[in-house]
């Protein structure tokens, strides 16, 4: 919980479509005093407003594929750039071993660091049905199975490499994402603690 520190803290949310990284982060931007970005979120933004950018990523959303790294760090750099004091949690940013190295990069020229890299896992048959599920309630156009499935598979071929990344920066602590949100809230707590 913040205390009025002005100090930096960086938090990645990492972990497969559906695991709960968005739910996670809403959580705890708020008792921890950061700001929540989910490149997800803000690429969905900007496919509503109809922006440049939401045009050229629509089709690699909607298919499941990842729009590409010049773009989304470009958008993070631009964020991060802005903030006098860095307090970020980052939801499914970086995604690729080229966008955690660019990540690297940019905070080291503003003299920060990551502090957690926190792995939600959960396993496919349950990713697979929260998908489904939430198809129902907000109508995600990439929550359909033919989707659904591409996304596991570009998260198992390009993401996945970023556990070991972080394992070897010693940052990463996985976290069992099964249970109730509140369950797994207390996990990441503890892990951040
Ligand atoms: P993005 O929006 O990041 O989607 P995602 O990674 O596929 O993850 P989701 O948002 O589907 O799942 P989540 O882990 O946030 O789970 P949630 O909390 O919603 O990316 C979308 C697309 O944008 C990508 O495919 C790509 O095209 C592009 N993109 C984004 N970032 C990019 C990047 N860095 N580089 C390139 N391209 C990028 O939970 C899921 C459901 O489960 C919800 O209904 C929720 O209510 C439910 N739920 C949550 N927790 C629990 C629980 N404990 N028990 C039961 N149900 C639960
Ligand atoms: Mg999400």
């Known amino acids: 919980m913040s205390d009025g520190c002005s100090c930096s803290e960086i938090v990645l949310l990492m972990g497969p479509p559906g695991a709960g990284k968005g739910t996670q982060a809403d959580i705890l931007v708020k008792a921890r005093a950061l700001r929540k970005l989910s490149t997800g979120d803000m690429l969905r933004d900007h496919v509503q407003r109809g922006t440049e950018l939401g045009k050229q990523a629509k089709a690699v959303m909607d298919a499941g594929d990842l729009v590409s790294d010049d773009l989304i760090v470009a958008m993070v750099k631009s964020e991060l750039e802005s903030m006098q004091v860095i307090r970020v949690l980052l939801d499914g940013f970086p995604r690729t071993t080229a966008q955690a190295k660019e990540l690297d990069k940019l905070l080291s020229e503003l003299s920060v660091d990551i502090d957690s890299a926190v792995l939600i896992e959960v396993d496919e048959d349950e990713l697979v049905a929260r998908l489904l599920n939430r198809a129902k309630e907000l109508g995600r156009t990439d929550d359909n199975e033919e ?24 940052k990463l602590t996985a976290v069992n994402g099964l249970g109730t949100v509140e369950e797994v809230s207390k996990s990441i707590f503890e892990v951040l603690s």
Do not use: A, E, G, S
């Open 147 to 170: 989707t659904i499935r591409n996304r596991m598979k570009v998260y198992q071929d390009l993401t996945k490499p970023l556990v070991d990344y972080y394992q070897n920066q010693d």
